[in-house]
């Protein structure tokens, strides 16, 4: 059964396609189950592809292997040459049925170039010293450079020629044959290959280093759960399951039920942990898990009890009171999140999610009487609902919402706006407030997630159930939203496809920020919905159009750079050490050239900057956009003569701003609005093998004709621009505009 769906959009991003591939018959399947089972319990946090190539084996034969490993893979191929033309795959580490693995594999899938394997030196009859490469042994493929020779009609004997070959040390295919005589097996073995039977006589160290992995399937995944953190989470998913039927425990229940959840799959997470559970009360981290999966199924009574059990323990209960406030405000029950987040600092000052919820919801001081803006008719407001980021949250998500009412008129305070945070909760209370505005508008930003803040109500941001969003009854329009699932993100469709459908039904405007979530969207809806979804530019990329800046902005000798490390895993895979090195290398060619700061959106974003200096001895200056206002994070942008971004509004808004951008390009987003401008060559793939050499060639060549540069994005603004001014012009006839002054 299919838990959840990955979106993998690899060929956008250029994330790197892995896979561990070996050949085999019916013969050497139990070495292969050997070999997987060492994979797994050597290598625990890693989880990529595992592809087995067969001469035509049935696929039932396969099954116990699948036991194994989620994600076993099968392909006939009648040789193991087939391992330089996996079609799926970017990297492939070939190992054999003779092999067991015995150590780290990290620096095997770091490697970046050519084919790998370990160079086998033995002497001919002569004496002499020869080289060789084993034709079963290691290799690690890049795929593009065996398509390179290919091209170029080199035999793949040549680009397995002993002198052409990446070296990589012995340790990873380490011969038996080195064994003889009771020989230990070294301890900084990675790989051991059996270059005789494994039961020899005379090689008794080596054969023990073997049976180690030789275990039923219960004794494996018992090993495997003996193993101390850092699991993949897929193979915890994997292979825990079946030991609660056999040996069940309630940590193990707890830490399946804490992959689950981080998996999306809540309502298995809560079938797990719930019957083994009840009201314990010496289980608190297991009501921590229980209250934060019943409150993504949006049982928040349930959730609510279980996160207050949790908060009985001092060692969980700061968590579980942010938690606790967090629930709270969604309800719309601010003086008790104010409350919770009070007993969380209590409990321990320094818990900066207590804090947090604790300035979010405390009672702002009345202002002078007016010295503030008067809130208008509800009649003559429209309703805005978004993610409106407060404090040291994302600076893109502070600009977004006022951009957004900014297409609709310059006046973007409560006069003619009615705000609504998308992760409150809608019950009757709210939706009869949303009925009473003359229209709603939801947008913009990357609203189309399943995780950020996970309800069942409609499995994406906007908190709505199908029922209550049915009943509205004042116009609404879906303005600048995005699709903002990662590559290889795992989430159930089903509910979203649900909501999704009722959401587009329901809208008298559906408009999309790029193509890329267009096409993604519309592949979620049944066909006669389809046509309804349509383009709409994120409003931060006309910034300049929609509120031109009073003066002309004179420009610094600066080049700004951003990067992100939310879900940092999907974003750089096992290629975060060549990103950063790559970027030492390009920043100091730019430094050369002009002032290079780093743009921190939020705090997170700061690791970049302690990375670089503690690996590469290089620092920068860091601009703190999330503790600016949005004048002074456009006007920061302004007058950079460069921005290199990896966030998707590092890029929009100094285009919008008419600084010239290059994106880091880590999430399919980033791809898809460079395509709707027709400049696909301002992205360049943290994954790109050649990262620093083009993009310092790229950022000189808009720094020696930056005026060009300028003008460039000026024209890539206008299509985008005509795109916006047509469809406001089709709101303010939908939201029967009478307000001729502000243009709302």
Known sequence: MTHSRADDRSAVTGKRR?????????????????????????????????????????????????????????????????????????????????????????????????????????????????????PDGLLVVQRADVEEAEEAEEARDTVLAADAVVPVDARYDFLTRRL????????????????????????????????????????????????PGGKHPELVAHLAPPLLETRPSLDLARTVADV????????????????????????????????????????????????????????????????????AWLCG??????????????????????????VRTREEPRAEPGTEPAAGPAS???????????????????????????CFGTDTGPRHWYQRHAHLLVDEEALERL???????????????????????????WNVPDALLGRLTAPLAVFAVGYNVFDGQQYRRTRFAESLRVLVERSAFFGLRNHGSIDRVRELLPEELRDRVRHQPCPT????????????????????????????????????????????????????????????HMPADEKFVHD????????????????LSNDAIRDLYRRARLVIGMRGHAGMIPFGCGTPILSLVSHPKLAYFLSDIDRPDWGLSVHDRELGPRLAERAAAVLDDHDAAVADVRAAQELLWKTTQANIAELRGIFRSSDSSSGT
């Open 612 to 627: 670089l200096r503690r690996e590469h001895g290089l620092s920068l200056p860091v601009d703190r956009l999330y503790a």
């Open 260 to 327: 689950y959840r981080q998996q999306g799959r809540y309502d298995e997470a809560v079938a797990v942990l719930a019957p083994v559970l009840d009201d314990r009360a010496d289980a608190p981290r297991c009501h921590e898990t229980l209250g934060l999966c019943l409150m993504a199924l949006s049982r928040y009574a349930e959730a609510e009890t279980h996160l207050l059990l949790a908060a009985a323990s001092p060692d969980t209960a700061p968590r579980a009171f942010a938690q606790l406030a967090r629930l």
């Open 18 to 134: 892995i896979a561990f591939a070996v050949h085999a018959d019916t013969g050497t399947l139990p070495a292969v189950a050997t070999l997987l089972r060492s994979l797994v319990l050597t290598n625990p946090g890693v989880c990529e592809d595992v592809v087995v190539l067969h001469p035509g084996l049935a696929d039932a034969e396969f099954d116990g292997l699948r036991r194994l490993h989620p994600r076993l893979r099968t392909r006939r191929a009648e040789t193991r040459a087939e391992v330089f033309r996996l079609p799926d795959h970017d990297t492939v580490i070939a190992l054999d049925p003779a092999m067991v693995v015995l150590g780290d594999l990290g620096e095997l899938l770091r490697l970046r170039r050519g084919v790998a394997a370990v160079p086998q030196v033995w002497c001919d009859a002569s004496g002499a010293e020869r080289r060789s490469v084993l």
């Open 380 to 406: 003559e407001q429209l309703a805005h609902v978004a993610l409106f980021a407060e404090g040291n949250e994302n600076a893109g998500d502070k600009v977004l919402p006022e951009a957004v009412r900014q």
């Open 180 to 227: 003889h005589d009771g020989l230990p097996v070294p301890p900084q073995v990675a790989v051991l290959h059996f270059s005789h039977p494994p039961d020899a006589p005379g090689y008794g160290p080596a054969a023990e280093a073997r049976a180690r992995f030789e275990l039923d399937d219960d004794a494996f995944r018992a090993a495997f759960r003996a193993l």
């Open 435 to 461: 009925n009473a505005r003359r229209g709603v508008v939801v947008g913009g930003g990357g609203l189309f997630l399943p995780d950020t803040s996970p309800n069942s109500n409609s499995h994406w941001q």
């Open 333 to 358: 029950r601010e003086a008790d999140a104010h409350a919770y987040a009070r007993q969380g600092l209590t409990a321990d000052p320094t818990d900066a999610g207590c804090h947090s919820w604790y």
């Open 541 to 600: 990329t006309v910034a300049d159009l929609l509120v031109p800046p009073a003066g002309r902005v004179p420009r610094s000798d600066t080049v700004l750079v951003n990067c992100a490390y939310d879900r940092a895993g999907l974003r750089f895979g096992h290629d975060y050490g060549h990103f950063l090195a790559e970027m030492a290398g390009a920043l100091r060619e730019l430094r050369g050239r002009a002032e290079v700061r780093y743009a921190a």
